[in-house]
């Protein structure tokens, strides 16, 4: 934001903007029956982060089966719920942090470190599901893990990137304040 001349009152909500694009991101992951698909003929394999549905051949009926009834099901749905829901705070406390216009740098270096923690807790869920669901759920063909997945994996790499700008914001402290005289490397004969 700095470096090419942009004004810090225009720019400052680009972050909280990605922060708002990563909870719809994890919105989409949460709702999505896309986590497995079946990817060749015949489509009898569709799962989410709650429930596995098959059906016995392409135009019959879906019985899906929950996968709160496993302990894993639980540990992968709650892991990611858990980094979901610090995102949203996180989201929150970025929306308060930008408003003020005395910007706080610390609490701004909290939220990264926030965001950190919720990246660890959307990766643990985000390896828990492949891992368990291929080794306990019997699957037909050929299977892929799909679009609402990507989201998944989507939101926790915005977590851990914004964690990243987040905390080293605050090290460009003057500078998006304008209390830096500019530097010139052009001088006049």
């Not at 694009?21 to 989409?28: L, Q, T």
């Not at 016995?56 to 009926?61: D, I, K, L």
């Not at 990766?123 to 997945?149: D, H, Q, R």
Request: charged share 10%; proline share 4%.
């Amino acid at each position: 934001m700095v470096k090419y001349g942009l004004d810090y009152t225009r720019c400052r909500w680009i972050l909280p903007l990605l922060l708002g694009i990563g909870v719809i991101f994890g919105i989409i992951a949460l709702a999505g029956r896309g986590w497995l698909e079946s990817q060749t003929l015949p489509y009898v394999h569709q799962a989410s982060l709650w429930e596995s549905c098959r059906r016995p051949e392409q135009g019959g009926e879906w019985s899906c089966e929950s996968l709160m009834g496993y302990a894993w099901g639980r540990a992968a749905a709650a892991t990611y719920l858990v980094g979901f829901i610090l995102l949203v705070i996180c989201f929150a406390l970025a929306i308060i942090a930008f408003a003020i216009d005395t910007l706080r740098f610390n609490f701004i270096r909290g939220i990264g470190g926030l965001l950190f923690v919720a990246a660890v807790f959307s990766i643990m869920g985000l390896v828990i599901y492949p891992v368990k669901f291929s080794t306990e759920i019997e699957m037909t063909g050929i299977n892929m893990f799909s679009w609402a997945y990507g989201f998944g994996w989507t939101t926790a790499i915005m977590e851990i990137c914004l964690g990243f700008f987040f905390c080293c914001l605050p090290n460009y402290e003057d500078q998006i304040l304008g209390n830096v005289k500019p530097t010139y490397f052009y001088s006049s004969p």
